[in-house]
């Protein structure tokens, strides 16, 4: 006894140190970074929505879960561990007495039962890993495979680890239970197995067994735990903390606010030389951002539904994050030395790896094209089961590169320029903003000064909607929708301006907090309370960025108006539109606003739609290509990513393909003509918005039923609105 009891402690000591000495080392390096002030008071200030993240998304798996056969294998395999740690301490009561039972429940025949049943639960868990990993092995499957990148010897260490746990786990029982020691009567069935198989040994030799492989647990165990804290294992201790710290449910819809020091960027003060602007090496990072390198697990569920890593692009966004890691641990030591004098001793690789910029395309630890090639479609984030925030990564190295290097796509620079003097991404000027009142036969009111009394709505057009050709015959769809419905409403035409978003994704917060500023004060001189967006980019900026900045109003997308109104009774679709469709999810509605529903809805009123669902669809729905002011950026590089998206509708053989955003109707309409072109395509075949669709449907008030003020009820045939 004193010598299994010595050789556990020994064993169990040296593995402590070990690994303590490694997490010391990370928490060291984990707080070089940028103070983050607002996670820890976002955690004081909702402690019970945060323990109903960690019961539904760490204890849960919910998002693991949501890839049924891997989620199934991963759950089994957490689940598993944590039960287990019962028989880590029954393991160790063993290297003090062969007798030990935990006290309590120590000889529960329901206890042993569980522990092995997860025992085994871990055992298959392993095997369908093992599987997984041999069908998807990247040397053989490529840029195909969700591995293609990782570190998939680490991968197979582990899974062998796991292995070695539970076997000798079991092996220790089954001998127990040969030599009369095991505390477990009945229940333990996998145990009594490998006991069945023990016996003929004699209970002599099956007592030297138990030492030996109760031995072998503890020190297989500890060996598990110093290679956790220095591979992708890690993820195992600090997922809990970066799913407790995620800027959830924010971290799809608004960007981060800049911040220097913890506190957010005030332009009018800020200074180059002393502030942070953005991500301009590795320690501009805050501690979080430092945690989410640390946490990645490397399953390469994020990249694989990243569009741009499927249309060949560079950009992968697990390998961003993990060459963010790399490069952060090997100028570790650089980071951490604590003087100049220090870091001059230090090794020429380790200052070499110091000097590095971040983003560059000589030396740079990330080339330009992998962060310019991000639509911000959000689906990274959405997959990660971790909460990695890739976007604040790639945003904020795009916000250096933009404010300080002024190194960004040179094409982009024309979008910008429009922004700062006219308002708007094509530079057609405000004037232009009212042009499409003037095309329909009834009054829209303009707001001049204040809305008047009555409005029930504020319709914001956005940029899109209101100049460029394809978006105006949703927006005036929209309008005469409303109408018919008898919903009063107004728009500020001149009076809008851009709200900001392009600049802001493309990483120039200058500016968007320019064209912010500007549409918040003109907001709360009209007096706007509740708005309605048509272009899910204007939807998020204004309903979760424009906050951040004081501006504080109820919006709603045209299809959640829309469903509503159809719902209420209000507006009624007859006229059938005999129309086989598919609908293409704009990810700024979807994906990071979770509106899914409404426009189905809307699809599902109107008679002779027959609707069939992309294989890629609702949260992984499949980007157009145009966010992340992709728009105004060339797409050089790989596949386009519209034509990918075309080619996924077009297998379904639609008549049309309805969507929800002007981006995504001009994207998705260019890749309809270029393949109408090569005859890809039927000639009959149309990208519409949803309202243009609906409003085909619902019988239009004529005009000499009054304007936008609801008081009329006359109706004509079905509406011309979409031109
Ligand atoms: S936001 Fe979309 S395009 Fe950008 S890295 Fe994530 S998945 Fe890829
Ligand atoms: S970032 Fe998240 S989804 Fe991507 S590989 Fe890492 S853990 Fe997986």
Known sequence: MVLRMTVGLVLTAVALAVAGRRLWWLKRLAFSGQSAPERVAAVRAHPGRDAEVQATEVIGQRKLLKWSVPGAAHAATFWGFLVLLLTIIESYGDLFSRTFAIPGIGHWAAIGFIEDLFAVGVLAGLATFTVIRLRNDPHREGRASRFFGSHTRAAWVVLGMIFLVIATLLLYRGAQIDAGVFPYKHGAFASQIVGHWLHPLGSGVNSVLEAVFVLGQVGVVMAFAVIVVYSKHLHIALAPVNVLFSRRPDALGPLEPMRSGGKVLDFEEADPDTDTFGLGKIEDLSWK?????????????????????????????????????????????????????????????????????????????????????????????????????????????????????????????????????KGDPWGMGQARRAEWITELDFEVPVVDGTIGPGVEYLFWVGCAGALEDRAKKTTKAIATLLHTAGVRFAVLGPAETCTGDPARRIGNEFVFSMLAQQNIETLNQAGARTIVASCPHCFNTLAREYPQLGGDYEVIHHTQLLAKLVAEGKLTPVTPVKEKLTYHDPCFLGRHNKVYTPPRAILEAVPGVHATEMPRCKNRGFCCGAGGARMWMEERIGKRINTERIEEALALNPDTISTACPYCLVMLGDAIAAKKSSGDAKDTLEVVDVAQLLARSVPKRTSADGGADGTAAGREGPGAADG
């Open 289 to 421: 951002g430092l945690l989410d390198l640390a946490t990645c697990t490397e399953c390469g569920r994020c990249q694989s539904q990243c569009p741009a890593w499927a249309t060949g692009k560079p950009l992968s966004p697990k390998q961003v994050i993990l060459d963010l890691r790399d490069h952060a641990f090997a100028k570790a030591p650089w980071l951490l030395a604590d003087s100049d004098e220090a870091r001059e001793k230090l090794p020429e690789a380790v200052k070499a790896e110091a000097a590095r910029p971040l983003v560059g395309k000589d030396g740079g630890v990330i080339d330009p094209d992998v962060i310019w090639s991000c639509t911000n479609c959000g689906a990274c984030v959405e997959e990660c089961p971790v909460d990695i925030e890739h976007l604040d990564h790639i945003g904020g190295m795009r916000r250096h590169q933009v404010l300080i290097e002024s190194a960004f796509p040179v094409e982009a620079a024309g979008m910008l320029k429009n922004l700062e003097n």
